[in-house]
């Protein structure tokens, strides 16, 4: 039951409320009338994508009624839910069954939503063979989706609470964002996300362009629109500034609390211009509409509450061994009394606002109970809905029921691609206390393995440590969940703390076919700081006798495309030959994601050796790899190789702005951010002082490009990552070498030391460069001598054009 102690303190009783006729008026659509406008001038010229936002109550819901009520043509509508299953694509599922019986003429592609819509099995396509890469079947579904849309269009699709949204509709927007259906126009409502943290929706449309989605945010009403809507709904022809005042004071003027507030005043009566009269929060609205509830009516509702937004009669008659008579007569009274309305399907509160206002009056031990006896009755549903029984048992305070059922919707999401939704089940694992060290570390090696291409490093990464810190770990789970940490780190931008974990881990790792992998990885010298090409051939050599002695072709696979990346960074010409055995084998064609991630890791050491030709094709077939299959974690890396590319072939106009989005839009891949910072960064210095400005602007610029270099250089040297430091030093070289040439040689210096450390001659070509010809302009050359020998030597006999075109540059500076 809903307490009623606290009304009784209040005054108690419960009198009859006078409604005289002059209070009695409906609550009207005022405030709204710029947005409004603007909604209807977008939708009116389609293909257009819309997020109208704001918080809770704010009227997002009733300005998507208003525009939707006088626009003429299809409308296709969803709603998320705040429980969903891991069932992908749901709510714009449920939007398509709506305009089924519409559908036109549809692509061959449109099949694959054949087994996840099987009563429109007559009107789609046949579904075509399933795809053994999830991301590639995932991104055919997207692809499948926007065709059903096009044949529903011209229409307008209203999609509803994309805050709770699965990740896998929320990649599909963002795919509408840059590939529109004609014809459509696409409005979403969500909640703004709050500081510190962000959803699916948010995070997806902020790696959108900025041009392709419209963005509306609903404030409060102002004071003007709560005297309107006091003076529409309370019949009064000019409501006083007291009245107003206080009720945008205690309603902060959220437009769902102003017409609660101002609907319970015109139903009880009195005076509304006595202060007092005015509820002081929705709470004391709700309160005051639940007194006149008999036991009965306000125990259904309370269990209503606890079942949702939409409650099952069904399923609440059975949590409260009752009729569905009773259950039916006691909503109806609640709707009556003003808690619940009519949606059309069904009896439903107003409001999440006013649900969590009922669910919160539920005593805390009556609401576990509820929530337990509504697990209860699920656990008889066929399929089992373990999103759920999950949130149930969860609530119920019942730990190893809610982990056994988060495990299998984890499952479920895995299954079916989205890996997003698998590590949110996972992560919210972690927090059971009681949960014994073996399931805990079972647990904890599905979400790392769902958190990398869930894209949720950044919350999983301390429950792996946490684990990795506990002495009495299994060895196989310290290897395994090591490996996993370093992978996140590494992603994170975290380069020498993620290579570091790698290397603990592998002696740990008892299977080849895992071992093999993670010494591919720790083959790659482009990464980090303190490792020699001597240990990177090692551990290459090493993953190569693990590959052979797993048998595993996947792992094999992993070893060859490290094995080319090292050979090219070394400028070794039988990187090229791999590269092309590679990309020629079935092997690779059959593994689209990692065909793309190696295409795009060549690229970039094509870049670093001085290939910009190749390193173009590359890039092209890495990009139309990402786009084949949808593979979002390589978006960034796509969008920060290819402006790399344009700032080495010399492509400068109109770079620097590019960069600075894509800085700006990174943080959901952060081992990309320093890469794009010190491009960026390189790019304003190479243009400083050369826009045409005047001196002081000249100034500016340089003081601008300079600032960003070392903030770069204090990065990369924090996180241990060598590319970017050794470029970040080299530009700041150049870029002090006219005005400070000490502390250009300084930098050249240090960066020339990284190099030697790793022992890739090559990378230090632009630093020995910089020293030349500082130690040439102060007439005396043979300073450099020594530098510029050594890159000699270093890159004698490498397929290195790049360093071989500085050194050439170096010896008319400085003979031998």
């Given at each position: 039951?809903?307490?009623?102690d606290?009304?009784k303190?209040?005054?108690?009783?419960?009198?009859?409320?006078?409604?005289?006729?002059?209070?009695?008026?409906?609550?009207?659509?005022?405030?709204?009338a710029?947005?409004?406008?603007?909604?209807?001038?977008?939708v009116?010229?389609?293909?257009?994508?819309?997020?109208?936002?704001?918080?809770?109550?704010?009227?997002?819901?009733?300005?998507?009624?208003?525009?939707?009520?006088?626009?003429?043509?299809?409308?296709?509508?969803?709603e998320?839910?705040?429980?969903?299953?891991?069932?992908?694509?749901?709510v714009?599922?449920?939007?398509?069954?709506?305009?089924?019986?519409?559908?036109?003429?549809?692509s061959?592609?449109?099949?694959?939503?054949?087994?996840?819509?099987?009563?429109?099995?007559?009107?789609?396509?046949?579904?075509?063979?399933?795809?053994?890469?999830?991301?590639?079947?995932?991104?055919r579904?997207?692809?499948?989706?926007?065709?059903?849309?096009?044949?529903?269009?011209?229409?307008?699709l209203?999609?509803?609470?994309?805050?709770?949204?699965d990740?896998?509709?929320?990649?599909?927007?963002?795919?509408?964002?840059?590939?529109?259906?004609?014809?459509?126009?696409?409005?979403?409502?969500?909640?703004?996300?709050?500081?510190?943290?962000?959803?699916?929706?948010?995070?997806?449309?902020?790696?959108?362009?900025?041009?392709?989605?419209?963005?509306?945010?609903?404030?409060?009403?102002?004071?003007?629109?709560?005297?309107?809507?006091?003076?529409?709904?309370?019949?009064?022809?000019?409501p006083?500034?007291?009245?107003?005042?206080?009720?945008?004071?205690?309603?902060a003027?959220?437009?769902?609390?102003?017409?609660?507030?101002?609907r319970?005043?015109a139903?009880?009566g009195?005076?509304?211009?006595?202060?007092d009269?005015?509820?002081?929060?929705?709470?004391?609205?709700?309160?005051?509409?639940?007194?006149?509830?008999?036991?009965?009516?306000?125990?259904?509702?309370?269990?209503?509450?606890?079942?949702?937004?939409?409650?099952?009669?069904?399923?609440?008659?059975?949590?409260?061994?009752?009729?569905?008579?009773?259950?039916?007569?006691?909503?109806?009274?609640?709707?009556?009394?003003?808690?619940?309305?009519?949606?059309?399907?069904?009896?439903?509160?107003?409001?999440?606002?006013?649900?969590?206002?009922?669910?919160?009056?539920?005593?805390?031990?009556?609401?576990?109970?509820?929530?337990?006896?509504?697990?209860?009755v699920?656990?008889?549903?066929?399929?089992?809905?373990?999103?759920?029984?999950?949130?149930?048992?969860?609530?119920?305070?019942?730990?190893?029921?809610?982990?056994?059922?988060?495990?299998?919707?984890?499952?479920?999401?895995?299954?079916?691609?989205?890996?997003?939704?698998?590590?949110?089940?996972?992560?919210?694992?972690?927090?059971?206390?009681?949960?014994?060290?073996?399931?805990?570390?079972?647990?904890?090696?599905?979400?790392?393995?769902?958190?990398?291409?869930?894209?949720?490093?950044?919350?999983?990464?301390?429950?792996?440590?946490?684990?990795?810190?506990?002495?009495?770990?299994?060895?196989?789970?310290?290897?395994?969940?090591?490996?996993?940490?370093?992978?996140?780190?590494?992603?994170?931008?975290?380069?020498?703390?993620?290579?570091?974990?790698?290397?603990?881990?592998?002696?740990?790792?008892?299977?080849?076919?895992?071992?093999?992998?993670a010494?591919?990885?720790?083959?790659?010298?482009?990464?980090?700081?303190?490792?020699?090409?001597?240990d990177?051939?090692?551990?290459?050599?090493?993953?190569?006798?693990?590959?052979?002695?797993?048998?595993?072709?996947?792992?094999?696979?992993?070893?060859?495309?490290?094995?080319?990346?090292?050979?090219?960074?070394?400028?070794?010409?039988?990187?090229?030959?791999?590269?092309?055995?590679?990309?020629?084998?079935?092997?690779?064609?059959?593994?689209?994601?990692?065909?793309?991630?190696?295409?795009?890791?060549?690229?970039?050491?094509?870049?670093?050796?001085?290939?910009?030709?190749?390193?173009d094709?590359?890039?092209?077939?890495?990009?139309?790899?990402?786009?084949?299959?949808g593979?979002?974690?390589?978006?960034?890396?796509?969008e920060?190789?290819?402006?790399?590319?344009?700032?080495?072939?010399?492509?400068?106009?109109?770079?620097?702005?590019?960069?600075?989005r894509?800085?700006?839009?990174?943080?959901?891949?952060?081992?990309?951010?320093?890469?794009?910072?010190?491009?960026?960064?390189?790019?304003?210095?190479?243009?400083?002082?050369?826009?045409?400005?005047?001196?002081?602007?000249?100034?500016?610029?340089?003081?601008?490009?300079?600032?960003?270099?070392?903030?770069?250089?204090?990065?990369?040297?924090?996180?241990?990552?060598?590319?970017?430091?050794?470029?970040?030093?080299?530009?700041?070289?150049?870029?002090?070498?006219?005005?400070?040439?000490?502390?250009?040689?300084?930098?050249?210096?240090?960066?020339?030391?990284?190099?030697?450390?790793?022992?890739?001659?090559?990378?230090?070509?632009?630093?020995?460069?910089?020293?030349?010809?500082?130690?040439?302009?102060?007439?005396?050359?043979?300073?450099?001598?020594?530098?510029?020998?050594?890159?000699?030597?270093?890159?004698?006999?490498?397929?290195?054009?790049?360093?071989?075109?500085?050194?050439?540059?170096?010896?008319?500076?400085?003979?031998?």
């Amino acid at each position: 039951m809903i307490d009623g102690d606290e009304d009784k303190r209040r005054g108690g009783g419960s009198p009859t409320p006078v409604r005289p006729e002059r209070l009695r008026g409906p609550v009207e659509f005022v405030g709204r009338a710029a947005e409004l406008a603007q909604l209807r001038r977008l939708v009116a010229t389609p293909p257009c994508l819309i997020l109208l936002e704001g918080e809770p109550g704010i009227g997002k819901s009733r300005l998507v009624a208003e525009l939707l009520a006088e626009l003429p043509g299809r409308h296709l509508i969803g709603e998320c839910d705040d429980v969903p299953e891991p069932f992908p694509l749901g709510v714009l599922l449920d939007a398509i069954r709506g305009g089924a019986d519409q559908l036109g003429p549809l692509s061959p592609v449109a099949g694959a939503l054949a087994p996840l819509l099987p009563e429109l099995a007559d009107v789609l396509p046949d579904a075509p063979p399933p795809l053994t890469d999830p991301a590639a079947e995932r991104h055919r579904l997207l692809r499948a989706v926007a065709a059903v849309l096009a044949a529903l269009s011209p229409a307008t699709l209203l999609l509803e609470d994309l805050h709770w949204a699965d990740p896998a509709t929320c990649e599909l927007l963002r795919y509408l964002s840059t590939h529109p259906v004609e014809g459509l126009a696409v409005v979403l409502t969500a909640r703004t996300a709050t500081p510190g943290s962000s959803t699916p929706i948010h995070d997806a449309l902020a790696r959108t362009p900025p041009w392709s989605v419209t963005r509306v945010a609903l404030s409060p009403l102002d004071a003007d629109d709560v005297r309107r809507l006091a003076a529409r709904t309370l019949r009064l022809d000019d409501p006083p500034q007291q009245l107003t005042a206080t009720l945008l004071d205690r309603t902060a003027g959220i437009p769902f609390v102003v017409e609660e507030v101002l609907r319970t005043l015109a139903e009880r009566g009195g005076d509304p211009l006595a202060d007092d009269s005015v509820p002081f929060l929705l709470r004391d609205v709700l309160l005051w509409r639940l007194r006149p509830l008999d036991e009965a009516t306000r125990e259904v509702l309370g269990a209503a509450a606890v079942l949702g937004m939409a409650p099952d009669q069904r399923i609440l008659a059975s949590v409260l061994s009752l009729d569905r008579v009773a259950i039916g007569a006691a909503l109806t009274t609640a709707h009556r009394a003003g808690l619940l309305h009519d949606a059309g399907d069904g009896l439903r509160f107003r409001h999440d606002l006013a649900r969590q206002v009922v669910y919160d009056l539920v005593p805390r031990e009556n609401r576990e109970w509820l929530h337990l006896r509504v697990a209860r009755v699920l656990e008889q549903e066929l399929p089992r809905p373990v999103a759920q029984l999950a949130h149930h048992y969860r609530r119920a305070g019942s730990g190893a029921d809610f982990v056994r059922n988060a495990e299998a919707a984890a499952d479920l999401a895995t299954e079916r691609g989205d890996d997003a939704t698998a590590a949110s089940f996972l992560l919210q694992t972690m927090d059971i206390a009681e949960l014994p060290r073996p399931v805990r570390v079972r647990l904890a090696a599905k979400l790392g393995r769902s958190a990398i291409d869930g894209l949720s490093q950044a919350e999983a990464i301390p429950v792996l440590e946490r684990l990795l810190a506990d002495r009495r770990l299994p060895p196989g789970a310290r290897g395994e969940l090591g490996l996993v940490l370093g992978r996140m780190l590494r992603q994170q931008g975290e380069a020498l703390r993620g290579y570091t974990e790698i290397e603990r881990a592998v002696p740990y790792l008892r299977a080849p076919r895992r071992k093999a992998p993670a010494l591919a990885v720790l083959a790659a010298p482009d990464t980090v700081v303190g490792r020699h090409v001597d240990d990177h051939l090692a551990r290459c050599a090493e993953a190569e006798t693990a590959a052979a002695a797993s048998g595993d072709p996947a792992a094999h696979l992993a070893v060859r495309i490290a094995r080319a990346s090292l050979l090219l960074e070394l400028g070794d010409p039988a990187a090229w030959a791999i590269i092309s055995e590679l990309r020629a084998s079935a092997e690779l064609a059959d593994r689209p994601r990692e065909h793309a991630r190696a295409c795009l890791n060549w690229a970039q050491g094509a870049l670093h050796a001085g290939h910009p030709e190749q390193a173009d094709a590359l890039l092209a077939a890495g990009r139309a790899l990402v786009d084949e299959t949808g593979y979002e974690r390589l978006t960034s890396l796509v969008e920060a190789t290819e402006l790399s590319l344009d700032r080495a072939a010399g492509r400068l106009d109109g770079l620097a702005e590019r960069l600075s989005r894509l800085v700006a839009t990174s943080e959901r891949m952060p081992v990309t951010l320093l890469d794009a910072r010190v491009e960026l960064a390189t790019v304003l210095a190479r243009t400083a002082g050369t826009a045409g400005g005047g001196k002081a602007e000249g100034r500016d610029e340089v003081e601008v490009a300079e600032r960003a270099l070392r903030e770069v250089v204090a990065d990369a040297r924090r996180v241990g990552a060598i590319w970017p430091l050794v470029q970040a030093l080299s530009a700041l070289a150049r870029l002090t070498l006219a005005g400070r040439p000490d502390e250009a040689t300084r930098h050249a210096a240090e960066a020339l030391t990284l190099v030697r450390g790793k022992g890739i001659l090559a990378w230090a070509a632009e630093a020995v460069l910089v020293l030349a010809e500082a130690a040439a302009a102060a007439g005396d050359p043979e300073r450099a001598a020594g530098a510029v020998a050594e890159l000699e030597a270093g890159i004698a006999g490498r397929d290195a054009p790049l360093a071989q075109a500085a050194l050439r540059r170096c010896r008319e500076l400085v003979p031998a």
